[in-house]
């Protein structure tokens, strides 16, 4: 009976509900995601990979999101201080036993205007197409209770067809950046996805997405320790999320702050809070130019009995070529 409770759930939230978006908990860790101004916006190189991967409540009710993106820093040098960023997303997700999927890809560019020697406002586009299906005959229905148990011979009394639909998809973001010698640096960002609200397949269009995003590093001088806050609100129609947090960073390697071929290798761990719903534990690791991140997402809202207590699970993995621009020397890797 469980196990049809959350099928009916999951069932509700693609045909009556209005329709929401995936999440990530690691979210810094699939920025083309968040925001299209972070298209270009890294530390380390020209040229970055990004892959995660979302396990989210077991077998019970599985949710599984598999994203990556690529993307890279153009015109640099060329136009003073300001450079632009070029990259693609991608993401597919599937939700549910009826295989509630979504799968879209993008193509994402940024423009980087530098105010001052510290200050620089980026500006991001992104936009695509993405496919949304559902397969009813996979769902469990009231109808194939005999009174004993579920019998899945038994017809359902529903529609017995496999909905797929395609859309176009358009974002735009904005990014603060905020890059002083050393000590300090932050990223204070707004992003507005699915403005064109489209049309896809179900009761309701799309609903635009509003997402506000923060997140710092802040280094005494001459130590080995960070601390890294992070912020998150996003709004989805009558949805909303919020997510704070802070990780605790420690340089295993400093890194060479004029020819940069020494890369820095840290280690950092921490945890976040994303309301009423989640307590989030993360790691992550930096070898050089590759960075390895894990988290587990512990339930605490009132859907845990259902899901027997499963969380989410997060892995993350970046690459960052070693070229690196004189312009991005001694910034932050966090």
């Known amino acids: ?41 890294f530390v380390g190189g020209v040229h970055r990979l990004n892959m995660i ?27 003073m201080t300001d450079y632009m960023g070029f990259g693609i997303v991608f993401f597919s997700d599937k939700a549910g036993d009826g295989n509630l999927s979504t799968t879209q890809a993008n193509f994402s560019m940024s423009y980087f205007k530098s105010v001052d020697p510290f200050n620089t406002i980026i500006l991001g586009f992104q936009g695509g197409f993405a496919q949304r299906s559902l397969d009813y005959t996979k769902l469990y229905w009231d109808s194939q209770y005999d009174g004993v148990g579920y019998d899945p011979d038994l017809p359902s009394g529903e529609r017995s067809t496999y909905d797929s639909f395609l859309y176009p998809d358009i974002t735009w973001g904005i990014i603060w950046a905020l ?60 949805q909303q999320e919020i997510t704070y947090g802070f990780l605790l960073g420690f340089d295993l390697k400093e890194a ?29 690791l930096n070898m050089k130019n590759l960075e390895f991140g894990i988290s587990y997402d512990t339930n605490l809202s009132n859907f845990r009995t259902a899901t027997n207590g499963y969380g989410g699970f ?21």
């Open 1 to 41: 009976m469980k196990r049809f409770v959350i099928s009916l759930i999951c069932l509700l939230c693609a045909a009556v509900a209005k329709p929401q978006d995936i999440h990530f908990s690691q979210y810094n860790d699939m920025p083309l995601t968040l925001n299209p101004a972070t298209t270009g916006d």
């Open 314 to 334: 997060e892995a993350s993995i970046k690459y960052t070529s070693q070229i690196i621009p004189k312009w991005k020397k001694g910034a932050s890797r966090y």
């Open 179 to 238: 890059d002083p010698p050393r000590s300090y640096n932050s990223r204070l960002g707004y992003s507005m996805h699915h403005i064109n609200q489209p049309d896809i397949g179900m009761s309701d269009p799309q609903l635009v997405k509003h997402v506000v995003h923060w997140n710092a590093d802040f280094n005494k001088y001459n130590t080995n320790f960070h601390l890294l806050p992070t912020a998150l609100y996003m709004r989805q129609g009558t």
């Open 256 to 284: 060479a702050q004029i020819t940069g071929w020494v890369r820095q290798n840290f280690f950092a761990f921490g945890f976040m809070h994303r309301w009423s719903d989640a307590l989030v534990f993360q790691a992550k």
């Open 53 to 79: 991967f979302r396990d989210q409540w077991g077998k019970t009710a599985p949710y599984q999101t598999l994203a990556g993106s690529f993307d890279l820093v153009a015109f640099d040098g060329k136009w």
